[in-house]
C-alpha cells in the first residue's frame, strides 16, 4: 500500500468512509473527528486525516499539519474548553491504530503528559 491510500484493514480508515459507526464532531474533504472509544477524559476527541497516513513521523504535508491542527482546537472551542491537550504518538508500543491521529482531550485528571510535576505561579 503506498502512502496516501485507503486501507480496508484500517479502523480509521473505514470510519472515514463511514463503513464504522463513529459519532463524528467534525467533517471535511481532508479530515475527521471523531469521538474517542473509550474515552479516556470527558473531552476525547480523534481527529484524522481521510487518507491512510501511518503515523505522524510520516506526515509531509505541511498543509495537512497544520489543518489537522486547527481543527483540533476548533473541536475543543466547539466543547467550550480553553485548556485541552493535543497529543499524537508515533509507533509501538505508545500507537495503536497505525493510521495517524490526534487526541484532543480535556477534563478530568490527567496530570503532565511525562510525569512531571510542577507548580502553578499566581
Given at each position: 500500500m503506498?502512502?496516501?491510500e485507503i486501507s480496508s484493514d484500517c479502523v480509521f480508515?473505514?470510519?472515514?468512509?463511514?463503513?464504522a459507526p463513529?459519532?463524528?464532531r467534525f467533517e471535511d474533504a481532508d479530515l475527521v473527528a471523531f469521538d474517542a472509544e473509550p474515552r479516556a477524559t470527558p473531552l476525547h476527541?480523534?481527529?484524522?486525516?481521510?487518507?491512510?497516513?501511518?503515523?505522524?513521523?510520516?506526515?509531509a504535508d505541511v498543509d495537512l499539519a497544520g489543518r489537522l491542527v486547527l481543527a483540533a482546537v476548533r473541536i475543543a472551542r466547539d466543547a467550550g474548553v480553553t485548556?485541552?491537550?493535543?497529543?499524537?504518538?508515533?509507533g509501538a508500543p505508545l500507537q495503536d491504530v497505525f493510521h495517524l491521529h490526534w487526541h484532543v482531550m480535556a477534563g478530568g485528571e490527567m496530570g503532565h503528559p511525562a510525569g512531571i510535576a510542577f507548580s502553578r505561579r499566581t
Amino acid at each position: 500500500m503506498g502512502l496516501g491510500e485507503i486501507s480496508s484493514d484500517c479502523v480509521f480508515c473505514r470510519i472515514a468512509a463511514h463503513e464504522a459507526p463513529a459519532n463524528f464532531r467534525f467533517e471535511d474533504a481532508d479530515l475527521v473527528a471523531f469521538d474517542a472509544e473509550p474515552r479516556a477524559t470527558p473531552l476525547h476527541v480523534l481527529v484524522i486525516p481521510r487518507r491512510h497516513i501511518r503515523s505522524v513521523a510520516d506526515l509531509a504535508d505541511v498543509d495537512l499539519a497544520g489543518r489537522l491542527v486547527l481543527a483540533a482546537v476548533r473541536i475543543a472551542r466547539d466543547a467550550g474548553v480553553t485548556s485541552f491537550r493535543l497529543a499524537t504518538n508515533s509507533g509501538a508500543p505508545l500507537q495503536d491504530v497505525f493510521h495517524l491521529h490526534w487526541h484532543v482531550m480535556a477534563g478530568g485528571e490527567m496530570g503532565h503528559p511525562a510525569g512531571i510535576a510542577f507548580s502553578r505561579r499566581t
